[in-house]
C-alpha cells in the first residue's frame, strides 16, 4: 500500500522559501498523479498544485509564479518549491496520491494522503 509522507515545513520570514517534499513508499509513485493542498485554521482545504504521471502541472492562482511542482522518479519522491512566500501561505499543506483521473486542484478522488507539515510564514 502507498505512504505518503510530507517533510520541509517549517517557520520562514515573508520573502522566504521553503521546499516541501511527499516522499512514497511502498509503491512507486511514477504512475501516479500527485496533488498538493493546504489548510489554514478556520478555512477549508484548497487545491495548491498537481502533477500528473507525465508531468503536466498545475497552480491555483494564488501562488502561480512563485510555487513549482516537480517530481524525482528515482527518488519516489515530488517536490513543492515555495519561494516569495506570503503570510497567507501559512497552513498545513497535504500531498495526496491517485492513480485515477481528478481535476486538477480537486480534492476528489485521491486515494491516498500524507499527514500534513506545518507552514508558517511570519511578518
Known amino acids: 500500500q502507498l505512504q505518503l509522507v510530507e517533510s520541509g515545513g517549517g517557520l520562514v520570514h515573508v520573502g522566504g522559501s521553503l521546499r516541501l517534499s511527499c516522499a512514497a513508499s511502498?509503491?512507486?509513485?511514477?504512475?501516479?498523479?500527485v496533488g498538493w493542498f493546504r489548510q489554514a485554521p478556520g478555512k477549508e482545504r484548497e487545491g495548491v498544485s498537481s502533477i500528473s504521471s507525465d508531468g503536466n502541472s498545475y497552480y491555483a492562482d494564488s501562488v502561480k509564479g512563485r510555487f513549482t511542482i516537480s517530481r524525482d522518479n528515482a527518488k519516489n519522491t515530488v517536490y513543492l518549491q515555495m519561494n516569495s512566500l506570503k503570510p497567507e501561505d501559512t497552513a498545513v499543506y497535504y500531498c495526496?496520491?491517485?492513480?485515477?483521473?481528478?481535476?486538477?486542484?480537486?480534492?476528489?478522488?485521491?486515494?491516498?494522503w500524507g499527514q500534513g507539515t506545518q507552514v508558517t510564514v511570519s511578518s
Open positions: 511502498g509503491v512507486t509513485l511514477d504512475s501516479y498523479v
Open positions: 495526496a496520491a491517485t492513480r485515477g483521473v481528478v481535476v486538477p486542484l480537486g480534492q476528489q478522488g485521491y486515494t491516498y
